[in-house]
Each structure stands twice: as structure tokens, then as C-alpha cells.
């Protein structure tokens, strides 16, 4: 008596890997390649920056201010403010703390 588990497989029923497109514009593209750029800080004029803006002006990553703002240890004048869940780091703290003039 034979079952199916003991019949060997058609080989049209063999693994297919598939084949996975994506049709990304042109400006998508460049856009998940190139690094974020930002206005220098001498032309910010809002009051507070985003955490991915204010690492790149302080020279660290991203994470590390998240981890001042959890541990509360962040230096001198660049307290974060919370606004809807997410943090905005002081501008003028930022220069402070860089010695640009306001």
C-alpha cells in the first residue's frame, strides 16, 4: 500500500523560490542612500529640533541622546521637552553647548 508521503514529488511541485520586486521612483532610491541633511544651525530658527537633527549638530548618534533623555543625564541646557511622544532637544541649548552665537 503506498501513501502519498511515501511517493516521490512531481517536479513541478518542487520549491519556486520567489521573486520579490519592488518599483521604487528614482528619487526614493537616492533618497534611502544618501545621509539626512540638515540646515546649518546658524539658519535654524525653530525652537526646538527633532533627536535625529540634534545628533547630527552635536557629532553623536541618535541613541545616545535617547539614552540621556531616559537616564535624565543629558548636559547642561539641552533638557529635552516631550511634544505628542516624541522628544525636541532645545536649540538654544544646542548652541550653547556648542559655543555658536544665537
Sequence with gaps: MKTAASEPRAASAQFQPL???TN???DTRRAAN??????SLELVT??????????????????TLR??????????????????????WPVAGI????????
Design 19 to 21: 521573486e520579490i520586486t
Design 24 to 26: 521604487h521612483s528614482s
Design 95 to 102: 548652541r550653547a553647548a556648542l559655543g555658536v552665537a544665537a
Design 46 to 63: 525653530r525652537p526646538t529640533v527633532d533627536t535625529n537633527a540634534a545628533a547630527y549638530y552635536l557629532n553623536r548618534q541618535p541613541q
Design 34 to 39: 544618501e545621509p539626512q541633511r540638515f540646515p
Design 67 to 88: 539614552g540621556w533623555a531616559c537616564s535624565e543625564s543629558w548636559p547642561e541646557g539641552l533638557r529635552p521637552v516631550r511634544i505628542n511622544g516624541r522628544l525636541g
